[in-house]
């Protein structure tokens, strides 16, 4: 292979659009990922996690001190039921007397329950690096090819009906809204950090890097968070600036080769992203709520609401550009005269109808069978299952 044809290759399956240094932020992003990632193995690793089998004492600050009171407490009432419960499933199916007296729903209801104290055991003991690394490298190298992917397709629809060149090269303004959407985001995990990890005394859930187990790969953990947070922030600062009034067509051409006022494919942009933000954000949340919710708070979830806020806010300025296309739209019209001469001419439709529809609940309801159908989808076809096996260890 000749070195042209390995560069165009290179090129063409890691090349990041937009300018140079958010590009740039994109690849520290993913280093900042991979060798925290690292670091935090390393660290938990030379502390014993890489296989727990029993409860860990963990470190020695006082907020720690009080949280293994608590887990120790817990961990061994939990044993002391997995312990009777078994005692109990084995009795009952090893003696006919007493099989007869429960029926075969009723005993693997007693087996479901046994699962689920063995769970809550482990969670208690801690989640060893054996164990949920698979998972956490999936969710890390899924993140980070995503929002490239999600960052080329953005820039090629958008350079396909002529907002931006196909390297957006050109794309001004990122900065600050790119440092809003990196700050606000960690802070958000940052926040959840010390409420679930480093304050709680009551916590539930433990993996190998929790604060109160191993202080430096927690450490590490963080900027592993930043590092992700970073690559996240890239696809969704140009989807934030490709939102500006600025991008928006600014007249109708009647007479257009698309038969939508020369600015169907603007709708289409908008309908598409529009919708596409909501799916890829919402997908992963539900399939974190149907496997952890049971296990551990809600609040984990916060810096997704936040990214699912941020999300709605560009859809919002998408929805206020293709409002105005309607504004002009009805405008336009108005110019035409009478109704007799409307019907003349013989104008196209509207070019918002297949996004706004023709009523204000048009929209909402689109976005919501458009979610419920692929949510749909991904759990007939078995995908959902799969990916909370890979992500989240099936439970």
């Known amino acids: 292979m000749t070195p042209i044809k390995t560069i165009s290759l290179w090129k063409a399956a890691f090349f990041c659009p937009g300018p140079r240094p958010l590009s740039r932020l994109y690849c520290f ?25 029993e409860l ?78 698979p998972g956490l490298i999936v969710l890390l190298a899924l993140t980070i090819a995503f929002s490239l992917l999600a960052a080329r397709l953005t820039v090629r629809h958008a350079s396909h009906i002529g907002l931006i060149s196909p390297s957006a090269k050109e794309l001004s303004g990122w900065k600050w809204p ?50 992700a947070y970073v690559v996240i922030s890239y696809p969704a600062c140009l989807i934030w600036c490709l939102s500006r009034n600025s991008y928006r067509p600014n007249k109708l051409e009647r007479d257009f080769s698309d038969g939508a006022w020369g600015v169907g494919g603007y709708v289409l942009f908008a ?54 296309l309607r504004l002009m739209y009805q405008n336009e019209l108005q110019s035409l005269g009478s109704w007799t001469k409307i019907q003349a001419i013989n104008p196209p439709p509207d070019p918002t109808s297949s996004f706004l529809g023709d009523r204000w609940w048009n929209l909402p309801a689109v976005i919501l069978a458009t979610i419920a159908s692929f949510w749909a989808v991904i759990e007939w076809s078995g995908i959902g299952k799969l990916l909370e096996g890979l992500l989240f260890g099936g439970h």
């Open 29 to 53: 992003g993913v280093v900042l990922t991979v060798t925290s990632l690292l670091a935090a193995v390393l660290f938990a690793a030379i502390r014993g996690f890489w296989q727990i089998n």
């Open 56 to 133: 860990p004492s963990g470190e020695k600050w006082s907020s720690c001190t009080c949280q293994l009171v608590n887990r120790k407490e817990s961990y061994n009432e939990k044993c002391s039921r997995i312990r009777t419960l078994d005692a109990f499933i084995t009795r009952i199916q090893s003696d006919p007397e007493d099989l007869r007296n429960y029926t075969s729903p009723g005993i693997e209801e007693f087996k479901a329950g046994l699962a689920g104290l063995k769970i809550q055991q482990t969670k208690l003991q801690g989640d060893s690096i054996q164990r949920s690394l």
């Open 178 to 227: 790119f440092w809003i959407f990196v700050l606000a985001l960690f802070s958000l995990q940052e926040f959840r950090e010390l409420k679930t990890s480093v304050l709680a005394q009551h916590k539930i859930w433990f993996g190998w890097q929790s604060f109160c187990l191993c202080t430096p790969a927690w450490i590490a953990s963080q900027f592993m968070a930043l590092g």
């Open 271 to 324: 309908q598409t992203w529009s919708l596409s933000m909501f799916i890829l954000l919402l997908v992963p949340i539900l399939l974190w709520i149907r496997s952890n919710s049971q296990y551990v708070s809600l609040i984990y979830l916060l810096p997704t609401v936040g990214l699912l806020f941020g999300a709605a806010i560009v859809a919002a300025r998408l929805l206020r550009n293709v409002i105005q």
